[in-house]
C-alpha cells in the first residue's frame, strides 16, 4: 500500500470522531485483509476517506467528484469497492460468539433485582432513524411521522455492549 500525501487526512477527511491513526489502521486492514487495492490515479487513503465522508456528511457523488477532482465513474466505482470491502470486514466483525446467546451476564446475576425477570435475556434491542436521500422514485417508501426521508435502522448489542 503506497502511503498518500500528509496533506490529504487534514484537508480532505472532515470526520469529527475519527482520529488519523484509527483511519490509518482501517486503510490498513481493507488492503491486508480483504485485498482493496489503490489504482493508478485514486489512493486507498483516498477512496476510503471519500465513503467516510459521504456518510458521515451527507454528500451526493456529484460533490465528493467535484472535492477530489475525479469523474463520476471513477468516483462511483471506489464507492462501491470500499463498501464491498467494508461489508466484508462487518460480517467478520459484527456476529455473536456462542458465549454472547449462552450464558446469563455476570450483570444480571450480580444485580438480584433484574435476575428474576432477566434470566434469559441475552442483550438489548434498539431502533432509530438516520436521515437518508433515496431516489425521488422511491421517496414515499422512506418517509417517516415526522415528514422526513428516513431508514429505520435496527441493532442488538450485549451487556459487554458489543453489537451482535
Given at each position: 500500500?503506497?502511503?498518500?500525501?500528509?496533506?490529504?487526512?487534514?484537508?480532505?477527511?472532515?470526520?469529527?470522531?475519527?482520529?488519523?491513526?484509527?483511519?490509518?489502521?482501517?486503510?490498513?486492514?481493507?488492503?491486508?485483509?480483504?485485498?482493496?487495492?489503490?489504482?493508478?490515479?485514486?489512493?486507498?487513503?483516498?477512496?476510503?476517506?471519500?465513503?467516510?465522508?459521504?456518510?458521515?456528511?451527507?454528500?451526493?457523488?456529484?460533490?465528493?467528484?467535484?472535492?477530489?477532482?475525479?469523474s463520476l465513474n471513477v468516483v462511483k466505482r471506489?464507492?462501491?469497492?470500499?463498501?464491498?470491502?467494508?461489508?466484508?470486514?462487518?460480517?467478520?466483525?459484527?456476529?455473536?460468539?456462542?458465549?454472547?446467546?449462552?450464558?446469563?451476564?455476570?450483570?444480571i446475576l450480580e444485580v438480584k433485582r433484574y435476575?428474576?425477570?432477566?434470566?434469559?435475556?441475552?442483550?438489548?434491542?434498539?431502533?432509530?432513524?438516520?436521515?437518508v436521500h433515496p431516489p425521488s422514485r422511491f421517496?414515499?417508501?422512506?418517509?417517516?411521522?415526522?415528514?422526513?426521508?428516513?431508514?429505520?435502522?435496527?441493532?442488538?448489542?450485549?451487556?459487554?455492549?458489543?453489537?451482535?
Open positions: 500500500m503506497a502511503s498518500c500525501p500528509a496533506f490529504m487526512f487534514e484537508s480532505k477527511v472532515q470526520i469529527q470522531d475519527m482520529n488519523e491513526s484509527t483511519f490509518r489502521s482501517l486503510c490498513k486492514t481493507l488492503s491486508e485483509h480483504y485485498k482493496l487495492e489503490e489504482s493508478c490515479h485514486v489512493y486507498l487513503e483516498e477512496s476510503v476517506a471519500m465513503l467516510i465522508e459521504m456518510v458521515a456528511q451527507d454528500l451526493i457523488v456529484r460533490v465528493l467528484a467535484e472535492r477530489y477532482q475525479h471506489k464507492l462501491y469497492e470500499i463498501l464491498i470491502a467494508l461489508l466484508k470486514l462487518a460480517a467478520n466483525i459484527v456476529k455473536p460468539t456462542r458465549g454472547d446467546v449462552t450464558y446469563i451476564s455476570l450483570f435476575m428474576p425477570y432477566f434470566r434469559d435475556c441475552i442483550g438489548a434491542l434498539d431502533g432509530t432513524h438516520v436521515p421517496l414515499e417508501r422512506f418517509i417517516c411521522r415526522k415528514s422526513e426521508p428516513t431508514m429505520n435502522i435496527l441493532a442488538m448489542y450485549n451487556f459487554s455492549l458489543k453489537f451482535t
